[in-house]
């Protein structure tokens, strides 16, 4: 019984429902459905591994072999990807947004933030009136993401679009304010991701109290009484 209560937990349930829907985002809802159809054909009425499951997922994807590393990045290894995003916007060249990685630890922690996941992003951002997406397999310490699409600077950029992503974020300081003044245009769950991302970069000593009051000075506060 206590074995399964450890194979059970609120960790595994939590953590893979939310990398099956990273995963589910990055891939397309419908390729992904076909894998998980393909996976449950091939192997019917016998035994099967998640290493057979991520085979049948990623194989729906552009990069079968990338993205099956990348599953099992998240698998293998405790913790949570931190993503700390800049903004390339250098004369001349198309915009594009510069990802560094780690594992995300708040201060006072003692253990190692050197760790990489294989993140699948998913990125919106203003390109002047137009929103637009990205998708990026970000690998190892740090990545760069041509925002090919974009004809213009991006007055912001949400790096988690639609919530869908299991990591959290830290943006440079004029990115966070733009995208402060812009949480009003972002949907519910991209709401709560702005929300936890601010929290955890202050946690984690990447916003100053300043920078942590200026955002949260955006986000309405309900009264629950």
Aim: net charge neutral; proline share 5%.
């Amino acid at each position: 019984f206590t074995d399964i209560q450890s194979a059970f937990d609120g960790i595994t349930y939590q953590k893979g429902g939310a990398t099956l829907a990273m995963f589910e985002a990055y891939i397309g809802e419908d390729k992904f459905r076909t894998g998980v159809r393909n996976y449950l054909k091939a192997h019917a009425r016998g035994n099967a591994t998640s290493a057979d499951l991520i085979a049948s997922l990623a194989a729906q994807s552009d990069d079968p072999a990338g993205v099956a590393k990348a599953f099992t990045s998240f698998i293998d290894q405790p913790g949570v990807p931190f993503v700390k995003v800049a903004l390339d916007c250098a004369a001349g060249n198309t915009p594009a947004l510069i990802v560094q990685q780690q594992r995300y630890l708040p201060l006072g922690s003692t253990a190692s933030a050197d760790q990489t996941w294989g993140i699948p992003m998913t990125v919106r951002y203003a390109d002047g009136t137009t929103v637009r997406e990205q998708k990026a397999l970000v690998t190892g310490r740090e990545a760069r993401i041509t925002l090919a699409q974009a004809q213009q600077c991006p007055t912001w950029v949400m790096p988690n679009a639609h919530g869908s992503g299991y990591y959290r974020f830290a943006l440079e300081p004029a990115m966070q304010a733009s995208l402060s003044k812009a949480f009003a245009g972002l949907d519910q769950r991209e709401q709560r991701m702005f929300a936890d991302s601010i929290t955890a970069a202050y946690g984690a000593g990447h916003l100053t109290p300043s920078q942590l009051l200026a955002a949260s000075d955006t986000m309405p506060i309900t009264d629950a009484s």
